[in-house]
């Protein structure tokens, strides 16, 4: 990419959506499911690039620590989706559950979900930020309901209804800051860039931010898939094909928070506005409790680990809601090893499936005796998840949960309490997924692991070694969300 | 001159808000989706208003799209829809009348207690304007919570994105309009779509799969 | 030293990813099993057998270093140091990690599926080496999970039956617990601002309320690791799950990993201790030994009886952890020297000789096929000479007796016990003499209950044709088992050796030693002074010897030395069948009338058949563990009815789903005006 | 030592031919034991087919063992040599060993009274084992030491005073000397009624020499514990260390006469009451473990010594 004419923040939008307008036309899955990898390596190419060359903020885009964060995530994780996605799909065409048209719809609209994602994620207009968000609920929509059975379309319902409420209130908070930034920047584009927004926001009326703040959190909230706002995730996750869950889990909801954590940036620049803390705190507290309680009666492999994210995005926001350098490092660190490691786990999860033929736990046991990779790395998956260390979830966890102990003894007691619950219902159903008397089908698997080994290794150091260049990244974009 | 202004921009908005109250207080499916064509008229009249008064001409578009998209598509649609679907002409309701109406007056205190100390420096259109699109938007809310049915449901939508709109034209020179009201037509265009096409009848949430498979013509 | 000690904690990891390689690499089958295996345990006895002279040598050269790694967390590295204390654990860690992969050596062929156990036995060594070095507490935490994640894999190493799954869950729910509350007794004594490291900890000023928090935080998660009641339930479960010598590391080893986290954390890092904080100890450690006999003395599976039997000890540890705290926080020092050493003593004894048990049952349950149930088994000490004689030793140590080790901690527990009137508060004066007669009481049943364990499966004669065609088992295995009996009698002779070897870390911890004993006539241990008491295992073993002999010679010399094989007289009665043996149930018959009606809630009943019915009579017991049956269970149906009611959520129409957004709007609304 | 071993059957025998008198019966010679004892070991021994190595060891071990206990014991002179070599609750720990291997040598033949006397032996010493610990806790913390020579110069020295505890201690003593020798109410030692027998049973299966050797430790154990009594509770005319032979004689001869004194009593108390079943057994030594805890309570909180 270097020397091209093309812009690094431009080519992570443009590559997507040049590719996606090529695997609409083009038929034939073998070679679209080589496009989508190509596109998305390329993406993620153009995202390392943001490492180095940081682009001045335009009106539209920009790329601060902050985001580069979350694009490279984003298009990492879109990357090793969609070579995971390439032998799914495979299987997915074979026994008959898509056919070809869908499956070039179904690529290009993975293409237009990542331009979607990536163009929220690098705007800097608080109004593109919504349309992007938008879009990228819109196509994941369509991929939710792919498979049109009953479930499935359901699950696509619930989720563009439920997805629209939330898409309403958010744009309405958008107007509400549009408003308090007016009297202080002047009417037009300018009171809706964000990089003027944060200079300023110390002089807008606070009471409106605060106003704005109560959308833009049970808006964008929605998207993060907060409790009570959250009845979309578990069924969309479910009923989806497997590739749009990882990057449901582990992109989408990232980039919905993402949105909110600019928010909250411009809240707490404000020293008269409430502080969002609090409320994102609750929040994260309430998802964090009662998804660990739903884990429990879970009978479908994938909606358990749909509430094992909302479970984690209590936690994420938990995190930044304590805030502080420590609260930020760990919010930061715990939302990266959470995307990386559901995403290896709906990976496993999409296979274990596809061998067994079914997501019902209660028909899938024995796994590491009948399929001793993919039982193993549920199991490491699992435990990933579940906070156990080696694994990089446990240093967030750790973090989080001692720092906040010192502070909030009973935010913590609650936290801890929601993780324990949680970890009960997780191992509650590896133990019978992965041990005991094996059930179902024993077929032979033709999985993809190398997605899966990537994050779960990547997870793995970074439960014992983060790199100091990450650490300061990290601990610089701590200081910047306050 | 600016009071009048002022005054014809609130009894516009003002008169959106009562016509949500009507919509409260309907009982039967084809007065609500008239009421409906009714405030979108009063929300195109509004953004026309805005657009004069504040001399964006490109406001104008969105007060077109008011008010041939929400004001005679969507409710034709509608219209048909319950002809087709065979929609009951009565709107199922969760709670009373009575006590959502009494919900709708407390929504729109709310909404005025909250927002009017908020807004106490912005230009006093805006900020009636604002007030009362946020009474719109959870009055739609409460429709769509309070009512058993897809129309109507859908119909609270429509109301909630009407105050949606209201406020962004209320909020003076704010770019993007436009756009955003594209946006959203196409989102409320879908959402009537997935009625006609899962052929959802009484419930927002139940999805009639053998009629779409009829209507895709594919049987499996 | 610690460098050596870190790398051999690097090559455990190193043998657990080569095993995974090979694994990986496709020499599967059963030879490759067997070399694996091999090539395994072997690894991990040179490299526990290295670590345990290193640590031995620091323990007596009194070595203290550190060293930081940059790993872990990153602004602060990994900080791993050496004292007296790490090194006295490190060496019964060390000593246990050795006799176990010795023994594996020839147990571990035996396995049915090695690799299920290959690959983390060596992690779960490396994670129990790690945790007595660590210096922070994420190095700490991450060592601590390390090894209870390694202990929860090989707990379903043998995935079949059902309950060892069940074991497995229960056994992670429950470490998990104690991980969180470690974690939060770290996050307490960090502070706001994060300092993990132990160095910063010490010196940091706490509130009462604080440090109190720590205490009751440390005993939740040491506690649960270490298996206090009521924290235990899934100690009898887990250990016994897991492969023999697995179970013996467990047992043996890892709780003493968990009573060095609470002596880390409550006489380390908090700083001065209240003299109430014992009151807790001193309880959980009375109430601890008592039930975990009682239980061990109604249990018929005999690993199970094993793990009961540890937390029995584990109880007897904590008496004198807990008699230690509150005599340094009155300030009687020499006295709390004295109690700490009869709690690590006790620690490292019962390492000792429940490793040899555990040893044991993996023998009798290679020998008889997996034959767990004693009502089973008799008779083994016929077929299986060598290992019925070091078990024997084990058991009489285990049951406290003199002139073996296990008797030595108790009495040094009883002595600290004796100097406990001169504190001044009058709780632990009450307290005190009740937790003593528990320790008594729990010694004398320990003894019955071996008497049952060892009565039941290893003599009589065989119950079933299993236990009759048991063999004795291979070379590795029995000379395990004679080198922790030997080691088990050695300190019964000679406790003066690790009483001495114990006082820097009595040293560091409260400032205190008990006088040397090395030096003592003949070679005694005199804890406090000579004409309080004293105790020489080494005269008491000669007298009994000799004695014995004298009597021996006599009795040859002037008695008659005819004899005579004949069948059994059993007061006349003919033709003995082998189920006429009094079981291990009838056996314990009585003591489960007397503490069963309070202790288990336990009933029996006859069930009578009707006259002319040729339907056996039956009598039917049935016993609860009430920690089980007034703490688990109701929490277990409180989070099932919470998850029932809860559940609803997930089928709601989504009109419903929006009403929950509409409400949180209004709500937030609502606040929000309010709040202006 | 040896004393102790040839006192051992006289006091037996002593006790048996006061009962018999108590019962108008003329009863065996009082040198009947010492007769019985020939007469086993002359006798063969049979042994059960099915016997280990254990079984065949277990008289020895039991014997020696609670013979060292008994040596241990300051008998007539305080300060004897290697009686620092155990205190209290190592002698108790010994009879502990020896009542452990018993168990284990009870039920090796494999018969169902074998189990019968293992299984009640172990709850009469479950209990009374506590009982005992507690009570040494009383006087070790009167007498501030758990050396028995200690204790008993102390006792014999004038600063005790009569204490509650130490009457409470006396009697918990009693309670628990008659259940470990396997006396009437806890448990008869002539009857061989299966029902009855606890000792008994567990030795059965012995003959000949082996019978001798647990005959004589059941002796010895008598002798041990009323010289314990004696000692700790009525140390008078105990010599001490170093007194000359005169005082050592003088010791000597007052400890067979304290014990006639407590073997009298004992067959008294034997005769005047009816033997317990089994299972109120446990409420007469938790009476004996209550008393020995009440004991040690009141020194903890009186704190006076």
Redesign the interface.
């Known amino acids: 990419m270097i020397g091209t004419p093309v812009s690094p923040e431009a080519a992570v939008l443009l590559v997507p959506l040049v590719a996606a307008g090529l695997l609409a036309l083009l038929p034939g899955y073998r070679l679209s499911a080589r496009i989508n990898v190509v596109a998305s390596a390329l993406s993620l190419l153009a995202a390392v690039q943001l490492l180095f060359h940081r682009p001045e903020a335009g009106p539209l885009l920009f790329v601060d620590d902050l985001n580069v964060v979350f694009i490279l995530l984003n298009t990492l994780v879109g990357f090793t989706t969609s070579v995971f996605s390439a032998s799914y799909i495979g299987h997915e065409l074979e026994i008959g559950r898509l056919t070809r048209g869908y499956l070039r719809f179904y690529h290009a609209m993975y293409q237009l979900m990542m331009f979607g994602m990536n163009l929220a994620l690098v705007a800097n207009n608080i109004g593109l930020i919504w349309v992007a968000v938008e879009l990228a609920t819109l196509t994941t929509v369509l991929m939710v309901g792919i498979y049109r059975t009953h479930e499935a379309l359901e699950a696509a319902w619930k989720y563009f209804i439920l997805g629209s409420v939330g898409i309403a209130l958010a744009l309405f908070g958008t107007i509400l800051v549009y408003l308090a930034a007016h009297p202080v920047i002047g009417e037009g584009a300018d009171a809706m860039v964000w990089t003027i927004l944060i200079g300023r926001a110390a002089e807008f009326d606070p009471a409106l931010l605060n106003l704005a703040f109560v959308f833009l959190l049970l808006g964008y909230g929605t998207k993060v898939g907060l409790a009570p706002l959250h009845a979309w995730l578990p069924d969309a996750h479910a009923e989806g094909p497997t590739p749009i869950s990882a990057v449901l889990s582990g992109l989408l909801l990232n980039v919905a928070l993402y949105a909110l954590l600019r928010f909250k940036m411009l809240l707490a620049a404000h020293p008269g506005a409430i502080a969002p803390g609090p409320l994102m705190v609750m929040l994260g507290l309430v998802s964090l409790v009662f998804a660990a309680f739903m884990l429990y009666r879970r009978r479908d492999i994938k909606r358990m680990f749909a509430y094992s994210s909302i479970e984690h995005m209590g936690i994420i926001v938990f995190a930044f809601g304590m805030a502080g350098p420590l609260g930020n490092f760990a919010g930061l660190l715990h939302m990266t090893m959470h995307s990386l490691t559901k995403s290896a786990i709906f990976f496993t999860v999409g296979h274990i499936a596809q061998v067994k033929g079914t997501q019902r736990m209660a028909e899938i046991r024995g796994l590491t005796e009948t399929h001793p990779v993919l039982g193993w790395s549920l199991v490491a998956g699992v435990a990933a998840i579940a906070g156990l260390p080696p694994f990089g979830v446990f240093m967030s966890e750790f973090l989080v949960v001692s720092s906040t102990f010192a502070r909030e003894p009973l935010l913590a007691l609650v936290l801890v309490f929601g993780v324990l619950i949680g970890f009960g219902a997780l191992l509650l159903r590896v133990t019978s997924l992965a041990f005991g008397e094996p059930v179902g089908r024993t077929g032979p698997v033709q999985a993809s692991t190398l997605p899966i080994f990537a994050h779960l290794a990547l997870v793995l150091v970074a439960g014992l070694y983060l790199p100091p260049g990450l650490v300061a990244w990290f601990q610089n974009v701590a200081r910047l969300l306050g | 001159m600016p009071k009048l202004y002022f005054d014809i921009a609130h009894t516009l908005a003002g008169s959106l808000v009562l016509l949500s109250f009507v919509m409260l207080y309907q009982r039967r499916l084809g007065a609500l989706v008239n009421v409906l064509a009714l405030h979108a008229v009063v929300l195109a009249l509004s953004v026309a208003w805005q657009a004069h008064i504040q001399g964006l001409p490109h406001l104008y578009i969105t007060a077109a799209i008011a008010l041939v998209f929400k004001a005679i598509v969507v409710p034709m649609a509608l219209r048909r829809m319950i002809v087709m679907l065979g929609i009951h002409r009565e709107i199922e309701t969760v709670t009373g009348i009575g006590l959502s109406m009494l919900a709708g007056i407390g929504l729109v205190a709310l909404s005025m207690a909250v927002m009017l100390p908020a807004t106490a420096g912005v230009d006093p259109v805006a900020r009636e304007d604002i007030a009362l699109a946020l009474s719109v938007v959870l009055i739609g809310l409460l429709l769509m919570v309070t009512r058993r049915n897809a129309v109507s449901q859908v119909v609270g939508f429509l109301s909630l994105e009407n105050g949606i709109v209201l406020a962004a034209t209320g909020a003076q020179g704010m770019p993007l309009v436009v756009e955003i009201s594209v946006a959203f037509s196409i989102l409320i265009a879908l959402i009537v779509i997935g009625i006609f096409l899962f052929r959802i009848r009484e419930r927002f949430d139940t999805v009639d799969v053998q009629a779409l498979d009829r209507f895709r013509g594919e049987r499996r | 030293m610690l460098t050596a000690l870190l790398l051999c904690a690097v090559a455990l990891l190193a043998v657990s990813v080569l095993a995974v390689l090979g694994y990986g690499g496709g020499r599967r089958g059963v030879a490759g099993g067997a070399v694996a295996t091999t090539l395994v345990y072997g690894g991990c006895l040179a490299v526990s057998a290295l670590a345990f002279v290193l640590a031995l040598a620091a323990l007596l050269g009194g070595v203290t270093a550190g060293l930081t790694v940059p790993l872990g967390l990153p602004w602060l590295g990994a900080h791993f140091r050496l004292d007296a204390l790490s090194a006295a654990f490190l060496v019964l860690v060390t000593l246990g990690a050795a006799g176990a992969s010795f023994y594996a050596l020839g147990y571990g062929q035996h396995a049915e599926a090695p690799m299920r156990v290959l690959p983390f036995y060596p992690v779960f060594l490396a994670g129990m080496l790690l945790v007595p070095l660590a210096d922070d507490a994420y190095a700490f935490l991450l060592c601590w999970e390390l090894m209870s994640l390694a202990s929860w894999a090989l707990v379903l190493a043998e995935p079949r039956p059902e309950e060892n799954a069940r074991a497995g869950y229960l056994y992670i729910v429950m470490a998990s617990f104690g991980t969180l509350a470690l974690l939060l007794a770290f996050g307490l004594l960090a502070g706001p601002e994060g300092h993990y490291a132990f160095a910063e900890m010490r010196g940091a000023e706490r509130t009462p309320l604080t440090s109190a928090l720590v205490l009751t935080l440390a005993i939740l998660g040491a506690g649960s690791k270490a298996g206090l009641v009521p924290l235990h339930v899934w100690l009898p479960l887990a250990h016994p799950a897991a492969p023999s010598h697995v179970s013996a590391l467990m047992s043996g080893v890892m709780t003493k990993v968990a009573v060095y986290a609470f002596i880390r954390i409550v006489f380390d890092l908090v700083g001065q201790p209240e003299w109430w904080w014992s009151i807790p100890i001193l309880t959980l450690g009375g109430s601890t030994a008592a039930l975990g006999v009682l239980h061990a003395l109604m249990e018929r599976d005999l690993k199970r009886l094993l793990a009961y039997s540890t937390i029995e000890n584990i109880g007897i540890v904590f008496i004198g952890l807990g008699l230690a705290l509150a005599f340094e926080a009155s300030g009687y020092r020499a006295a709390a020297a004295l109690a700490l050493t009869a709690a690590l003593f006790h620690a490292f004894n019962h390492t000792l000789f429940k490793s040899a048990l555990f040893y044991g049952a993996g023998a009798v349950l290679t020998a008889t096929h997996g034959e767990r149930n004693i009502e089973r088994l ?2 083994l ?2 077929r299986m ?1 060598v290992s ?1 004689a070091a078990v ?1 030793v084990a058991a ?1 140590a285990a ?4 002139p073996l080790n296990g ?1 030595v901690s108790e ?1 040094l527990a ?2 600290a ?2 100097v ?2 001169d504190l001044p508060q ?1 709780g632990l ?2 307290l ?3 937790v ?2 528990l ?3 729990a ?3 320990a ?2 209950c ?3 364990a ?3 499966a290893w ?3 065989p119950r079933t044709a299993a236990a009759a065609e048991a063999v004795e088992t291979d070379r590795f295995s029995s000379a395990a088992m004679l080198g922790c009996a030997a080691l088990c009698v050695l300190f019964g002779l000679f406790p003066g050796l690790v009483i001495d070897a114990l006082a820097p870390v009595t040293e560091g911890l409260v400032g205190a030693r008990m006088p040397a004993q090395l030096g003592q006539a ?1 070679l ?1 241990i005199v804890p406090i002074a ?7 295992g080494v ?2 073993f000669l ?2 010897v000799a ?2 002999m004298m ?2 010679a006599a ?1 040859h010399r ?3 030395r ?10 006349g ?1 003919p033709n ?1 069948s ?1 189920s ?4 291990g149930t ?6 489960r ?2 503490f069963g009606p309070v202790v288990f809630r336990s009933r029996e009943h006859v069930e009578m058949p009707l006259p002319g019915s040729v339907a056996p009579a039956r009598i039917v017991r049935q016993r609860q563990d009430l920690v089980w049956e007034f703490l688990y269970l109701p929490i277990g149906r409180a989070v099932g009815r919470a998850t029932e009611v809860l559940n609803h959520l997930q089928f709601l129409t989504i009109r419903r789903y929006l009403v929950f957004v509409f409400l949180s709007l209004v709500l937030l609304l609502l606040g929000l005006g309010l709040w202006s | ?1 040896f004393l102790v071993l040839l006192v051992a059957p006289l006091l037996t025998g002593l006790v048996r031919k006061v009962k018999a008198r108590l019962q108008r019966r003329r009863g065996p010679p009082l040198l009947q034991p010492y007769r019985d004892l020939r007469r086993l ?10 016997a ?3 079984f065949r060891v277990a008289p ?2 039991v ?3 609670t ?2 206990a008994a ?1 241990l014991v300051p008998t007539f002179a305080t300060g004897l040599l ?1 009686s ?4 209290l ?2 002698i108790i ?2 009879l ?2 020896a ?2 291997l018993l ?2 040598a ?11 006397g ?3 032996e ?2 009469i ?6 009982a ?3 009570i040494v ?1 009383t006087i ?2 009167i007498a ?4 028995l020579s ?1 204790i008993a110069a102390f006792m014999a020295s004038e600063d005790v005073g009569l204490r509650v505890s130490l009457a409470f201690a006396l009697v918990a003593l009693v309670i628990v000397a008659i259940a470990e020798n396997a006396r009437i109410p806890v448990d008869n030692p002539a009857t ?1 009624l ?1 029902l009855t027998m606890v000792h008994e049973a567990m030795v ?2 012995y003959s ?2 082996h019978l ?2 647990i005959e004589a430790a059941a002796w010895v154990k008598l002798v041990f514990h009323l010289s314990l009594i004696a000692c700790i509770f009525f140390p008078f005319g105990l010599a001490q260390n170093g007194g000359g032979l005169v005082a050592y004689a003088m010791g000597a001869g007052l400890w067979l006469l304290k014990l006639a004194a407590g073997g009298v009593l004992l067959a008294m108390f034997e005769t005047s009451i009816a033997k317990m079943r ?2 109120r057994v ?1 409420g007469f030594l938790g009476g004996a ?1 209550m008393l ?2 009440l004991a ?2 009141l ?3 009186s ?1 006076s ?1």
């Open positions: 008799g008779g000490i016929h000479p019925s024997l009489m049951a406290a007796l003199p008797f009495w009883f002595q016990i004796l406990s009137p009058w004066k009450f005190i003499p009740t003593g007669m320790l008594a009481l010694a004398a049943l003894a019955s071996f008497v049952r060892y009565g039941i003599l009589g004669r003949w005694s000579d004409s309080r008491s004293s105790y020489n005269l008491v007298f009994i004695s014995a009597a021996a009795i002037f008695a008659s005819a004899l005579r094989r004949a069948p059994p007289w059993d007061c009665f003995l082998p006429m043996q009094y079981t009838s056996l314990s018959q009585p003591l009338r007397v | 030592m070991l002359h006798k063969e021994v049979v042994l059960a087919e099915n280990s190595w254990l020895y071990l014997f020696t063992a013979w060292v040596a290697f620092w070599t155990g205190d609750i190592a720990a010994l502990a060993t009542r452990f168990g284990l009870a039920l090796d033949i494999g018969t169902s009274f074998g189990g019968i293992a299984s009640r172990s709850l010493a479950s209990l009374a084992e506590p005992t610990i507690m806790f070790a913390l501030g030491s758990t050396q200690h061989h299966e059965l299966e000949g020499r001798a050797m089994v299972f446990p473990l020995g805890l040690t309570l020194l903890f909180i704190g010594f």
